[in-house]
């Protein structure tokens, strides 16, 4: 599960806003299409098709199935492939700066397609480069933020109308893009927004600067959406959020997180409820209290912590001390449940010292994560660290981010051998045919190989006992 990520292009994620993405299912419980039944009313088809590539995080993802709804809600077809579309949007991700190229060079190679192919530019790259972007791509007709989504199906109509530029970029909303409808691509874990944006200011982020200021969702439209995708079927909630814990139900009601997550988790049909990404700062006793009391909770926490040294923490503006962090760790530790923990590590952070980065390699030990998502520090426009003195040379950052990896690696396999033996209640998400194992997930999201003598898994629970452990999953058979 440690992975090191100078892209992230990605179409559905699991954990981390930068996390890979899930092992597909190859075949949906919910149809060949992959939509549940009851989630996609049917629209008068205005003759057009759509095609949409994600790129980066979780919330783009889940920013995508959202989108498309809004094309569906307008008579749009999905087209199978890119070719076959009349409009191509591609949601961009900035959040490194070789994500960012990628979407020009993705975009470069459309520079030939035909005129009446309608082609735009969603999400980060979108809210970061702005109209730019028409100068470097003028093949490109809508330039739209993360935070001018609730204006998409007004921007879509004007294209409809054979409008030629249209723009959404505006970054000072107190609005949330809530759509009628959603497409969910995932047919096994639905994802759910609850907060947009962010009001921190990490000195290396883009986030603030691409999706605009932290606006909660009211809990009443949060529950409501829990209570559809019960009733589409769906057992397993992902709620999202940049930091999902500082969640405040802008409503009368007034819920805090950790009120939500239990509402959440006490839905009718749900069973599993997970919840990223939780910023260390925001993070309460309750949320562990929470878990350890409610097994619709999952048994994982996302708690990225970026850097093990306090001096770089502070330079990072990440708003804790090391010391802070591990006492928030020591509360996951004393659960009941036994809950897994990841995190986000940046190495090369401007000014990082060897004994900085060490202080980063004894953190992995002292948390003992059961995954880590890492990456190299890679400037960002608009950042304040992008001004920062005493820059890491690029073989440096290789060579530590090498390191730690390596580390985390150890960590992982000592881990998951522990796990060896043991029986886990897994949620079947694919099937890998050539090694006639079915793939699926434990409560703390880690990944499960297994055989089983019956068929038709997909979307089941089922209860399979550890007999491999390698540094990224475990492999078993189901117990029957
Ligand atoms: N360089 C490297 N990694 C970054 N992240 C965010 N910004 C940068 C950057 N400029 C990482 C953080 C964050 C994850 C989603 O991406 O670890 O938690
Ligand atoms: Fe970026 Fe920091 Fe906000 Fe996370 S908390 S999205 S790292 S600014």
């Known amino acids: 599960m440690s992975k090191a990520f100078d892209i992230g292009i990605e179409a559905l994620a699991t954990a981390s806003p930068c996390e890979p993405p899930a092992a597909p299912a190859q075949t949906s419980p919910a149809g060949a299409s992959g939509f549940r039944a009851n989630e996609i009313p049917a629209s008068a088809p205005n003759g057009k098709s759509f095609y949409i ?45 070789k994500a960012a ?22 999400g980060c790259v979108a809210q970061q480069e702005g109209e730019e972007i028409f100068e470097r791509a003028p093949w490109v007709s809508l330039v739209c933020g993360s935070a001018s989504y609730r204006k998409l199906p007004e921007l879509v109509a004007r294209l409809d109308e054979g409008g030629r530029r249209v723009t959404g970029l505006d970054l000072d909303t107190d609005e949330t893009f809530e759509t009628e409808i959603t497409r969910r691509d995932n ?8 907060i947009e944006g962010c009001d921190y200011a990490c000195s290396y982020c883009v986030v603030p600067h691409t999706r605009g200021p932290e606006r909660s969702r009211a809990s009443e439209s ?19 959020g940049q930091t999902v814990n500082s969640y405040r139900d802008p409503s009368p009601r007034g819920l805090h ?27 309460h006793r309750a949320i562990v209290e929470a878990i350890d009391d409610t097994p619709a909770l999952c048994d994982h926490v996302h708690l990225p912590v970026q850097s093990g040294s306090t001096p770089i923490l502070r330079a990072m503006r990440r708003t804790y001390t090391r010391d802070e962090y591990l006492e928030k760790i020591s509360w996951i530790r004393a659960a009941r449940r036994p809950i897994s923990i990841t995190s986000d590590i940046i190495v090369g952070f401007p ?12 953190l992995l030990d002292a948390v003992g994560y059961d995954s ?25 950052k290789a060579a530590r981010l090498a390191i730690l990896m390596d580390r985390q690696r150890q960590i992982q396999i000592a881990r998951n051998e522990k796990l060896v033996g043991g029986t ?40 399979v006992k550890i007999t491999r452990a390698s540094a990224n999953s475990v492999a078993g058979e189901q117990v029957i």
């Not at 409501?224 to 397993?236: I, K, P, S, V």
């Not at 990082?352 to 060490?358: H, I, S, V």
């Open 53 to 97: 590539e994600t790129f980066g995080c979780q919330m783009n993802a889940h920013d995508s199935e959202k989108v498309a709804g809004v094309l569906i809600e307008r008579g749009y077809a999905a087209a199978e492939s890119m070719a076959q579309a009349d409009l191509v949007l591609y949601n961009t991700c900035s959040i490194r700066e």
């Open 101 to 122: 190229q990628k979407v020009f060079s993705r975009l470069g190679e459309l520079r030939y397609a035909s005129p009446r192919k309608v082609i735009g530019v969603l």
């Open 187 to 194: 047919p096994i874990r639905a994802y759910l927004t609850i």
């Open 222 to 240: 949060v529950l409501a959406e829990a209570r559809r995708l019960a009733g589409a079927g769906y057992t397993e909630i992902q709620l999202l």
């Open 257 to 283: 997180f950790v009120e939500l997550l239990r509402e959440v988790a006490a839905v009718d049909g749900i069973r599993r409820v997970r919840f990223t990404t939780s910023h260390p700062n925001d993070f």
């Open 351 to 362: 000014g990082e010292t060897e004994k900085d980065f060490e202080q980063s390699i004894t």
């Open 372 to 396: 880590i998502f890492s990456f190299k520090y890679s400037p960002r426009p608009n950042t304040s660290a992008a001004a920062m003195p005493d820059a890491v040379p690029e073989e440096e």
């Open 424 to 463: 886990f209640e897994v949620l079947v998400d694919g099937r890998h045919e050539s090694r006639n194992q079915w793939a699926g997930r434990t409560t703390s999201n880690r990944p499960v190989n297994f055989t089983s003598p019956r068929q038709n898994l997909l979307g089941e629970y089922v209860q």
